[in-house]
């Protein structure tokens, strides 16, 4: 039996990430979105004029992360502090465990399907963001 | 004089882990389990279906640092605390190192031949699967 | 609209590396042999006893590799020579890519869902291993 | 005095990659395209549905790798060729200088502003996409 699993369009993204932009926008504080897919896989990123270039690979990755563990990285934060039962999974996946605000699960149909990933502003900011880029989806 | 050392074989790799997939069935927390042998180096691994891509890594690491200091991961994550004596080894060994519940040494005449490392679910949920799988060695 | 696409399960993995395993027992040489889904992530790994140990990591890149290109290594091999035009593939994707013999596409329907990953022999015996695992797919 | 370096805008580096996506499209074969800034910095990225997963870091490298060196990555890769000048050069920069195909400078009133690197086919599909991309700008 060959197991087949919902997974995000391009043009999905571009419509996620579209929003993204518009709520960048509004607050006036440039960010790094990215989308990636069911296999954790980049679909599309774009970095708005002046966002923070330590932000695009943090985008990239709380994308990842929100798939990894299908969870949105701020929750998974919670449990990563010292003391919490995933504290130190940030060493995990080479480094590619972002532990604060701004990556959240994209699901369809009750099934995560792909996340979206900001950076570029303060956690609240960025957890905005990407909370408007998944209500698009 | 040469040195010999015990080690787990395949053939025990495999009942570990098929220990480990009825544990994580039970529950009903799809897992990723690894186990290694006593240099340390993988031997087998599987992904249940479904089961989180954040995990496969975190599941072979576990299990490398359970054979790392002959340690379960779950103690050790209690010496990695801030303020404790090992705080900060989750740096070590290119990141490999992972301090929360879930992987555990196996163990056969009173010396670590392997271990076997969990990851899918809680902290809790892990550590039960791994308990499982060890005490099928 | 939501993208839908055909991944291996883990029943399907254990069925192909078990006849990896048969095969190279056949052979009497020891393999590492891998399985990846439809996004390049382990499902499941099984190193042969004696195996060579660098071919952990070889055999599940070479899986990788396969599926990151929808392309027999051995073929992606003969694109990477000096000269050719994938000469210099090697380097990216942090190391990842293998372009020797071994590692092959599992396809069902005419799309791509996996990739079986064999190493610990000659080319050939990596080749012939790994053609016996995507026969049983 | 302070220096200022032109460098490539979202807005420039989208309508690049529009082009890029339809010369794609045309050619029916899908492709990652990745555009970069003066800094070597990634601007945007998308992977056409169906592109090949190992094409998202070469599409980045060679944009990167095209403003790094200020050359097309085809050009350099003659000269990344066995017993020429710059054989080797691929190992450097942590692996991401692409030697082949798909990557060229985009330039602006005789300066290099950005780049951008293609991804997903022989290497004349990825070259002509990118030449359209370049076209573009």
Do not use: C
């Amino acid at each position: 039996m060959t197991l087949s699993i919902p997974t995000i369009s391009l043009d999905d993204a571009k419509r996620v990430i579209a929003a993204a932009e518009a709520e960048s926008s509004t607050q006036g504080q440039p960010s790094n979105i990215a989308v990636v897919d069911a296999g954790g896989n980049l679909v599309a990123h774009v970095r708005i004029d002046g966002a923070w270039l330590g932000s695009i690979d943090i985008s990239i990755n709380k994308a990842f992360t929100a798939r990894a563990f299908d969870t949105a990285t701020k929750d998974l934060g919670d449990l990563a502090q010292p003391g919490e039962q995933f504290y130190g999974i940030h060493a995990s996946n080479d480094g590619r465990v972002m532990i604060f605000a701004g990556g959240i699960p994209l699901e369809r149909g009750g099934q995560v399907v792909g996340a979206v990933g900001v950076s570029g502003g303060t956690g609240d900011q960025d957890q905005a963001v990407a909370e408007a880029a998944a209500s698009a989806f």
